[in-house]
């Protein structure tokens, strides 16, 4: 049994990757279709301007047909930048203006204009797993606790099912997001009333 809360999440992070990898691309696929028609058919989606996304990756549920199928949206992504105490700074969407991060996610290129976190609406914000209270399991960076400590838009998990916790162990850095989405619908979550 770990012995601290870091080694416990490290555990965690260890047997989800390995899970989320079982799944099979196929039906990563199928859920990834499947979550984005639930986006697509929810009334705060439709309300959404402007919606931070993300590039996926190591197996991660992958958005990017909304892209395109919603261009009246202003798609936005995030930049990592690790040496700036593990800042994110958020760019538009542009196809032709990613780049590869040493992490291995496409991202936008640091000479695109930068959005303000302010006019962000809708987050759509990727993990390893989340737990049906919101906690979120990321990779360890803390770069989306940072953004979504002082976010005041609306934030969703997005997630396979399988990868969906009763409970996940968080400390105070840890911030909780207010729906979850998976290929099985939409979880609203102790957090919806902070909207």
């Known amino acids: 049994m770990p012995d601290s809360l870091s080694e416990m999440k490290a555990q965690l992070r260890k047997n989800c990757r390995k899970l989320r990898k079982e799944l099979g691309e196929d039906a990563r696929a199928r859920a990834s279709g499947s979550i984005c028609e639930f986006l697509e058919n929810w009334t705060i989606f439709h309300k959404g301007v402007c919606i931070l996304t993300y590039m996926p990756i190591k197996g991660e549920a992958d958005l990017t047909c909304l892209l395109t199928r919603h261009p009246e949206k202003q798609w936005v992504l995030p930049r990592i930048i690790p040496e700036e105490n593990h800042?994110?700074?958020?760019?538009?969407?542009?196809?032709?203006?990613?780049?590869?991060?040493?992490?291995?996610?496409?991202?936008?290129?640091?000479?695109?204009?930068?959005?303000?976190?302010?006019?962000?609406?809708?987050?759509?914000?990727?993990?390893?797993?989340?737990?049906?209270r919101g906690g979120?399991?990321?990779?360890?960076?803390?770069?989306?606790?940072?953004?979504?400590?002082?976010?005041?838009?609306?934030?969703?998990?997005?997630?396979?099912?399988?990868?969906?916790?009763?409970?996940?162990p968080c400390d105070q850095f840890d911030v909780a997001v207010q729906w979850i989405v998976t290929e099985m619908g939409i979880i609203g979550t102790s957090h919806v009333g902070n909207l």
């Open 87 to 132: 800042r994110m700074v958020f760019h538009p969407w542009h196809a032709d203006q990613l780049v590869i991060h040493p992490f291995g996610m496409a991202e936008p290129a640091a000479d695109q204009p930068v959005i303000p976190p302010r006019q962000i609406q809708l987050a759509l914000v990727p993990g390893l797993a989340f737990d049906r």
């Open 136 to 168: 979120r399991l990321g990779y360890g960076g803390g770069y989306f606790d940072r953004f979504l400590r002082d976010f005041s838009g609306v934030s969703v998990g997005i997630t396979f099912h399988a990868l969906l916790q009763e409970s996940l």
